[in-house]
C-alpha cells in the first residue's frame, strides 16, 4: 500500500499535497507528479503533521529557505523555542530544523509539530548523545528507536549521516578543520572508538522502512562538509557524495523521498561546480545547502558571508538554502539573529530566482520598482521583503502621516531627491524631451559642453612635468611606480 507521496507520484496519483503544492506554486499538479514520482523534488509531509500545509522543495520550483532553531545546553525554554517556531515562520521560514540539545526534548518536538504550519526537521544523532552520554555509546537499537520515535511524533525530514564511513575517514587527516559537522564528528568518534561501520550506513534499510510508514524525507547529511576555504571541495567531501549518491537510489527503491545536504565553506568559483557534482552523482536529488561561506573573515556578518554563496548555489541549481545567522560560529542566535538571518536567505533565494527566469519571480520587484517610482510609500513597505523593517527605517526620521505620500526621503532630502527631479524633467508623456528624430548633436550646444574632461581623455592638457617640494614628477616617473 503506498503511503509516501513518492509512491503515491509513482502510481500516478495526484495527492491532496500536491495540489495545494501546485497552487502555491502556480503549476500543473501533473509538473508536481512527475516531479516528485522522479526524485527531481520532495514533499516533506509526515502523515501525522496536521498542521502542515504542504510545500516542494526542487531545483524547477522557488528556491526555498530552512530555518534552524533549537535549545542548548545553556540556553532556551519551550516558551522561547516556540518564540523562535513563530519569528522563523513569520519572517519566511519555508522549513525549520529543531536542533535542540538541551533539555526536554520530546516536549519541544511535539510543540513545534503541533504548532507549526511548514515541515519540521531534526537530526536524531542529537538525541541518542543525549541518551548515551557519549557517542561511543550509542547502540543501534537507540538509534532506531530515536528515529522510530521522532517519526511517529510527526517530524517531516530528517538529517541522517549515513555518508560518514569509515574508510573515508583518513581523507579527513590535515584538513585545517576536521569535522566540523556535528553528526559527523559524533560518528566519526563512534566509528574510531568501536572500530565498527557507520550505524546509520549499516541500518540504512531498516531506517527506510520507518521512512516509509510515516512519510519521513531523507536529508541525507554532508558529515564531512568543509568548515572553512581551504578544506573546500577535498576527497573526503566528494566521497562521502558518492556514498550518499547511492544511499539516495536505495531510498527511492524503497519509496522514500531523499534530499542531500550540501556545503558549507567553499570559494564562489568553486560552487557551481559543487552544485553540479552533487545533482550528477544523486541523479538530480533536490540539493540542500548551508550556506555556503565564500569567505572565513568575517564572523558576525556570516549570513552575509553565506547568503552571497547562497545565492550563487541555488543559481546555479540548489533547490533549499539553510540560512546561516549573524551569530554563526560565535553563539545561539537568538530572536532578533533569526530575523535577521532569515532575511538574508530569503533575499538569496529571490535573487537566484530572478536570475533562473523562475516564472513570475521577477514580478514582486518590478511591482516594488513602480510603487517606488510613484512615491507611494505604504505599497513599498507593504511589497518589501520585510515591511516591519522598512516603515521603521522610513519613519525614523520622516515619521508622520503627511510623509506617506512625500516626492523624497531624507536620503537625499527634497532638493536633491533624483527621482522627482527626474519626474519634473519629463514631459506629460513621461518622456525626455530636449532632443527628438530631427536634433543634429554635431552642430547642438551638447557637442560643446560634452568636450572629454581634462585629465582624462583629453591628455593634451597635461603639463609635462609637476615638481612638488623639489620632486620632480612626470608621466615616465608614475610607469616606474
Ligand atoms: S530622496 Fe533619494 S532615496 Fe529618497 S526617494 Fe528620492 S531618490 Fe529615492
Redesign the pocket.
Known amino acids: 500500500m503506498a503511503r509516501t507521496q513518492l509512491q503515491h507520484a509513482k502510481s500516478g496519483k495526484i495527492t491532496a499535497a500536491m495540489r495545494r503544492v501546485a497552487e502555491r506554486e502556480n503549476r500543473k499538479p501533473e509538473f508536481v507528479r512527475k516531479q516528485v514520482a522522479d526524485g527531481q523534488a520532495v514533499i516533506p509531509n509526515n502523515n501525522a503533521h496536521e498542521s502542515l500545509d504542504p510545500m516542494i522543495i526542487g531545483k524547477e520550483f522557488s528556491t526555498k529557505v530552512n530555518a534552524n532553531i533549537g535549545n542548548s545546553d545553556t540556553t532556551s525554554t519551550l516558551q522561547g523555542e516556540l518564540q523562535k517556531l513563530h519569528t522563523a515562520v513569520h519572517y519566511g521560514a519555508d522549513t525549520v530544523m529543531d536542533l535542540s540539545t538541551g533539555d526536554d526534548l520530546d516536549e519541544i518536538r511535539e510543540a513545534n509539530v503541533e504548532h507549526s504550519p511548514v515541515p519540521i526537521g531534526t537530526v536524531p544523532i542529537y538525541e541518542a548523545i543525549k541518551q548515551a552520554e557519549s557517542p561511543a555509546d550509542i547502540t543501534h537499537e537507540l538509534l532506531l528507536d530515536i528515529i522510530e520515535k521522532q517519526a511517529e511524533q510527526g517530524v517531516d525530514y530528517m538529517t541522517i549521516h549515513a555518508g560518514v564511513l569509515m574508510e573515508h575517514l583518513p581523507l579527513t587527516d590535515g584538513r585545517k578543520t576536521g569535522i566540523v559537522s556535528r553528526g559527523g564528528s559524533i560518528l566519526a568518534q563512534w566509528i574510531e572508538e568501536n572500530g565498527m561501520q557507520n550505524p546509520l550506513y549499516t541500518k540504512f534499510e531498516e531506517i527506510c522502512d520507518i521512512f516509509a510508514e510515516h512519510d519521513v524525507t531523507f536529508s541525507l547529511g554532508d558529515g564531512f562538509r568543509p568548515g572553512c576555504l581551504a578544506d573546500a571541495s577535498d576527497e573526503a567531501q566528494f566521497a562521502e557524495l558518492e556514498t550518499l549518491g547511492e544511499l539516495t537510489r536505495t531510498a527511492w527503491e524503497h519509496g522514500v523521498q531523499v534530499m542531500v545536504e550540501g556545503p558549507g565553506h567553499v570559494p564562489m568559483d568553486e560552487i557551481e561546480d559543487n552544485v553540479e557534482r552533487q545533482q550528477e552523482v544523486c541523479d538530480g536529488a533536490p540539493f540542500y545547502v548551508l550556506g555556503p561561506l565564500v569567505t572565513d573573515v568575517a564572523p558576525g556578518y556570516d549570513h552575509i558571508t553565506s547568503a552571497i554563496g547562497a545565492t550563487e548555489a541555488a543559481r546555479a541549481g540548489a533547490a533549499m538554502l539553510c540560512y546561516v545567522t549573524p551569530k554563526e560560529h560565535l553563539g545561539l542566535p537568538d530572536k532578533d539573529d533569526v530575523r535577521d538571518g532569515l532575511a538574508a536567505y530569503r533575499i538569496a533565494a529571490h535573487a537566484a530566482d530572478v536570475a533562473t527566469g523562475l516564472p513570475g519571480a521577477r514580478d514582486w520587484d518590478d511591482a516594488l520598482s513602480e510603487a517606488?517610482y510613484e512615491?507611494d510609500w505604504r505599497r513599498q513597505f507593504e511589497l518589501a521583503l520585510d515591511s516591519e523593517r522598512a516603515q521603521a527605517y522610513h519613519d525614523q526620521t520622516l515619521p508622520g502621516d503627511n510623509y506617506k505620500d512625500a516626492?523624497?526621503?531624507?536620503?537625499?532630502?527634497?532638493e536633491?531627491?533624483?527621482?522627482?527631479i527626474d519626474q519634473d524633467a519629463r514631459n506629460a508623456d513621461g518622456e525626455m524631451s530636449a532632443i527628438d528624430d530631427e536634433t543634429d548633436l554635431s552642430v547642438s550646444v551638447a557637442a560643446d559642453v560634452n568636450l572629454p574632461p581634462v585629465g582624462t581623455h583629453d591628455t593634451s592638457r597635461i603639463p609635462e612635468k609637476i615638481e612638488i617640494d623639489g620632486v620632480t614628477f612626470t608621466p615616465e616617473s608614475h610607469a616606474d611606480d
Open positions: 517606488r512615491f516626492r523624497f526621503c531624507s536620503m537625499c532630502g527634497v536633491f531627491c533624483s527621482m522627482r
